[in-house]
Structures are given as C-alpha cells and as structure tokens.
C-alpha cells in the first residue's frame, strides 16, 4: 500500500516568510511524528500526535512552529517568520496503533531552504 | 538533547566485510531500534531489539543489547555495495523514539 508522503519534497522560501509543509500518513496508523534533520546531525523530534489526544509539542523550538493534525489523519507543520536556522529537512513518520514507540514509517521529507 | 549516540560517525569498508556500528545511550529503555537512511530519503525500520533481548538476527543483520553497558551494536555481514547509507539507532522508553546522530556507512564495489 500507500506509504507515508510529504509534500513539497523541496521548498525555498525567503527569510521572513512563513511556509506550510504537509504529511499525509499511512491510513489507519494513529501515530504522527514530526523531526527535523539538519546537515550530518540526527533527528531533533518536533510534535507527536496521537488520535484525538492533545499533541506532544515539547520539542518544538520556537512559538514560529506549529502544526495542526485535522480528523486524525493529514498533519501540516507551518513555520511562521522562517529564519535561516529553519534551514533543514522535515520529516514525517506515522505509526499503526500496536506499533507505537516501536516502529515508525517514515516519508521522505521536505527540504527546506531560507535564503 | 540525543539519547542514543552512534559510533564511529563514519565507516569506510570494501564490498563482502562486516560492518559494525555502535550505539550507546543514558536512561533506561524498553526497547532499542535501527533505522537505514538512504541518501535524500526517509528513514526505513530495519530492526527492534527488546530491553529483555541480548541478540536479535534478521538476514546479514545482528543486533546486541547489553542494558548493564547501556549500549547496542549493529552487525551487517557481507556487506554491499547496496548498503551504503546513514544508519541511526533510536531508543524507546515511551511513545517517542529519541535518534542519535547515525553512522554514515560507506562501501566499496
């Protein structure tokens, strides 16, 4: 089946403009994960969801960054201001319900540049 | 701040050796993963160990656990040049998986 996609896979924005990054996870899979990956460096999770629970946003770095998650499925993380230390790749990653903390599908990530 | 850290960073072998890499961690955990990332794509699950695990196989890969060291080794056995790619260890202590830095595994035809 589908795998977990992210859109755009790349995006250049200017400094100061705010940018919107999508995450359309597996069906059926409760678990959502956003990290981000700068150059040579691991991933520095971001937001996690969970069905209808409210979302885990302690690693979220700044109050630019917020993401949304409508009817348990699509996810958008939206950068406000984009700075150019924003400069990394997003990635996305869903979990099925029995897999959670255990196993996580991952999408292939947006790229994003600030100029 | 990472939970898991990889060493080495970078690992240059020929194709048919192994590869090992290592992962160390601080706090406890429940279970320990590996994750393969190609260049410019996602991370793929290669394999979980369980905190009461000491040695899990699947196909040219071994993975250890030794919870008393706090510390995880990643065996791939005749390697390919197909194996090339950044691998990550993640571990699990609750709902989030917290990733290290990875060691970037290069190899040669």
């Known amino acids: 089946g589908a795998g977990v996609s992210q859109s755009p896979s790349n995006k250049v924005t200017e400094k100061g403009k705010d940018v919107e990054l999508r995450c359309d996870p597996i069906s059926g899979h409760t678990a959502l994960y956003w990290y981000r990956q700068s150059l040579g460096q691991g991933l520095e999770f971001l937001i996690y969801?969970?069905?209808?629970?409210?979302?885990?946003k302690s690693g979220l770095p700044s109050d630019r960054f917020s993401a949304e998650r409508t009817g348990g499925s699509v996810s958008t993380l939206t950068i406000q201001r984009t700075q150019q230390e924003d400069s990394a790749v997003y990635l996305c990653a869903s979990s099925p319900p029995e897999r959670e903390g255990y196993e996580q599908y991952f999408g292939p990530g947006t790229r994003l540049t600030v100029t | 701040s990472q939970q898991g850290e990889e060493d080495p960073q970078a690992l240059s072998i020929q194709e048919g050796e192994n590869a090992t890499m290592n992962c160390s961690y601080k706090?406890?955990?429940?279970?320990l993963q590996w994750y393969r990332q190609n260049s410019g794509r996602g991370l793929v699950h290669l394999i979980l160990i369980r905190s009461n695990e000491r040695e899990k196989h699947s196909g040219r890969l071994r993975v250890t656990l030794d919870t008393s060291k706090k510390s995880s080794s990643l065996l791939i056995t005749a390697s390919r040049a197909a194996d090339t790619a950044s691998y990550f260890c993640a571990t699990g202590g609750s709902y989030i998986p917290t990733f290290g830095r990875g060691t970037s595994l290069i190899v040669h035809p």
């Open positions: 706090t406890s955990i429940n279970n």
């Open positions: 969801f969970q069905g209808n629970s409210a979302p885990d």
